[in-house]
């Protein structure tokens, strides 16, 4: 109870007690008065009148009640940012919460000069939180993050009322970095620092060493820069790198290449200049290359090799033929060299295919080639040039056996003796030469297969047997002839053929004698030219 209202209350009391002395002598008004009202005197001095009391209203007799001060509304009766609160009788003031009373008390009245007056809520350290910022607002205060934080919730916030807070930026691990290794970190959250130093074969160039965990949570820095010790790293010629971490560098040739001697590896050395690998690439190539034939026997190629390197070859042939089942020539050379250029002339057959391998024995590698020998002209058989005065020679011959004896055959040829002769032992003839006989009148008179002759043969002229076809006609009487032996290869189209003059017969008429070559007395001349034949020209003179 205020002292106002105590005042009051003592002066009713007061006025009851004079109402009580009147009483019975007049009517006394002061009784009458409502209990929350108060005997008065009238403003013109004419008698008494009951007033209720401050707080209340009402007619001071019949009714006082109270009176709602407060609905006029706080902001006018007790003034700013007040709240107001109506008692029986009465009514107080309290300030709204975010301001004080300048009296310091709990509620005042208006007119004891006390106002409402707004709280500095954030000079309560820590109202915000850890990384956040207070600031004061008219009967309140809001929250935002300060550097290096980040809000929870939306911002600006109030702690309780947001139920949101500040949490310190997370960078996460200090970058890698280029070339440099992570030293020291005092943390990852916001304001950490990272120091890094180079790396192992690295120097530094510029720039700081520090990375700090930046307000936008990322590390920031370091900007040096780590430029090798050795500078770039040593490039071979077709080789690549397979390894390096710019102290050690591992070179490797490319593909189609391969390493041939030298050091794998570059290495960094204290100077800052790199003691460069020694490794030379090669490229790749058989050890044999360009591998042909020329003049049918000889074999050309490219070696590739080392430099001084002496390679080892190992040849090897086969010869087959197609008319001798049984025939395998087959045989083995070595040969070593350091040339780089090769020829080796083989003694191969005549009329063989030939299947030749090389292989460089070092290099294991192989290559192989063909060649198919061509028709030799036949060696013909040794005879002994005789005369004959008989229609009957008996004619002898010598030869020596040959590996193309299955291909070879040989034919006699008698010339009956005219004049100027001359006889093409190159030419292939026909099978049917007895019935086409030429204007010389030459004619075979026997062919036979050399595989049915022994090393030697004795053969009989004009025997009138057939030999391989060809009839031996008897030699005519009184004429003179020649008589020509020839070897014959053939195979496939090619013939090669050789000559030899194996015997002079001679009948009544003529008189022919080789010896007598350089005789004085002639009586006429007789010339045998043998085209291609293995005695070229025979001058007989007639006597
Ligand atoms: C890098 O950081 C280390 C450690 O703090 C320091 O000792 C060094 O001097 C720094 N180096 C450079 C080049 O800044
Ligand atoms: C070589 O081979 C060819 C083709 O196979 C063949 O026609 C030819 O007769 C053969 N030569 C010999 C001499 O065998
Ligand atoms: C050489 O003979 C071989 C068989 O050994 C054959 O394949 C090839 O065709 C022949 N070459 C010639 C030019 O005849
Ligand atoms: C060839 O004849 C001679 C002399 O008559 C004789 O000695 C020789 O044995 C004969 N040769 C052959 C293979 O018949």
Redesign the pocket.
Known sequence: MDRRKVTMIVLFLLCAIADMQAAGQTLDVCATCHTNAICDDKTDGSGKVCNCMYGFVGNGRTFCQDKDECQIGAKRICGQHTSCHNTYGSYYCTCLSGYSPSNNMATFIPNDGTHCQDIDECRVPGLCGVGGHCRNLEGSFECSCTMGYRVQGVEPFHPQRDKASCEVVECGQPPSVRDAVLLSATGTRYGSVAMFDCDEGFLWRRGDNASVCGADGAWEGPNMVCEAKCGPVPLLANSEVVWNDRSVVIHRCVDGFHSWRGSNASVCGNTGMWHRATLTCIEIKPAINDLIVFNEKCLQWKAEKYEEDTEVYKVMYIGSREYQRAFHDKRRRFLSSRADRLQLCLNLLPVTNYSISITAVSARFTATVTTNTSLQVPEAPVVHYREFETPLP?L?LRRSVNTLDPISLYQVFVLPVEGIMIFDCTSPGSADFSSRRTSQGEYITAQIHVTHV?T???FTVGDGLYYGGFLNAALENGRNYYIILRAVSQWRGAFKSSCVLWANVRGTSYVMRVSSLSAGASIGLVALVILGGYCCTWFFKKT
């Open positions: 008996t002898r022994g030697e043969m004795n």
